[in-house]
């Protein structure tokens, strides 16, 4: 079983950076891939970046040069950098964890990026 808790949401401008970070409540050292999904009002849920233990990705073209995905298995929390923010980047950003068994699924943190 993992918990995962995502932080680092909030409101910022235009432009602006934040970093979300997802806290998985073990051992993320063996965790098979982890990674972020998003949420708009109205919209399908889309994957935004994943990373395995070795490679990172950046599924949506979108973001691919302003957001960065990154892991930190002593600290077993997953990272996602988010800079040049653009208004359609609001959404609600859900982290996960495939642990080969199941993918786990945190809460959800919201950003909206507006002036």
């Known amino acids: 079983q993992v918990q995962l808790v995502e932080s680092g949401g909030g409101l910022v401008q235009p432009g602006g950076s934040l970093r979300l970070s997802c806290a998985a409540s073990?051992?993320?050292?063996?965790?098979?891939?982890m990674g972020w999904y998003r949420q708009a009002p109205g919209k399908a849920r889309e994957l935004v970046a994943a990373?395995?233990?070795?490679?990172?990705?950046n599924n949506l073209d979108s973001v691919k040069g302003r957001f960065t995905i990154s892991r930190d298995n002593a600290k077993s929390t997953v990272y996602l950098q988010m800079n040049s923010l653009k208004p359609e980047d609001t959404a609600v950003y859900y982290c996960?964890?495939?642990?080969?068994?199941?993918?786990?699924w945190g809460q959800g943190t919201q950003v909206t990026v507006s002036s």
């Open positions: 996960y964890a495939d642990t080969g068994t199941r993918r786990w």
């Open positions: 990373i395995t233990s070795s490679v990172s990705t």
């Open positions: 073990r051992s993320i050292f063996s965790i098979n891939a």
